[in-house]
């Protein structure tokens, strides 16, 4: 597995990141989504159909990050993007 390092003007360039279609008020310029009720139904939903367009925000060791795929520990919310990242690319996205 490889592991990539991208800065998130970057990720959102590459990956584009979708506005939170529940949530009119949603953190991170309206594309974060929830870790419950509707907008984590949303998220599985979409994970269960399509797992490499979730990403998951999460309490980095330092700082907070993006990671790819969708994961609970330290979930701080979650990201679908309309692009998937590559079958066997962990990507890690740096925060500015």
Same mark, same amino acid.
């Given at each position: ?5 991208? $800065? ?6 590459? +990956?584009?990141?979708?506005? *939170?279609?529940?949530?009119? *008020?949603? =953190?991170?310029? $309206?594309?974060? +989504?929830?870790?419950? $009720? ?10 269960? &159909?399509?797992? &490499? &367009?979730?990403?998951?925000? %999460?309490? $980095? ?6 990671? =790819? #795929?969708?994961? %609970?520990? *330290? &979930?701080? #919310?979650? +990201? ?7 079958? #066997?690319?962990?990507? *890690? %996205?740096?925060?500015?």
């Amino acid at each position: 597995m490889t592991t990539i390092e991208i $800065g998130d003007a970057e990720w959102e360039d590459t +990956f584009h990141p979708i506005i *939170n279609p529940l949530d009119s *008020n949603a =953190s991170c310029e $309206g594309q974060m +989504f929830e870790t419950y $009720g509707e907008e984590l139904a949303y998220v599985l939903d979409v994970a269960k &159909r399509e797992p &490499r &367009r979730v990403w998951t925000y %999460v309490d $980095g060791a330092k700082n907070p990050i993006i990671i =790819s #795929g969708y994961h %609970v520990v *330290n &979930r701080i #919310g979650y +990201f679908i993007t309309e692009v998937a990242w590559d079958e #066997g690319t962990d990507y *890690n %996205v740096l925060l500015d």
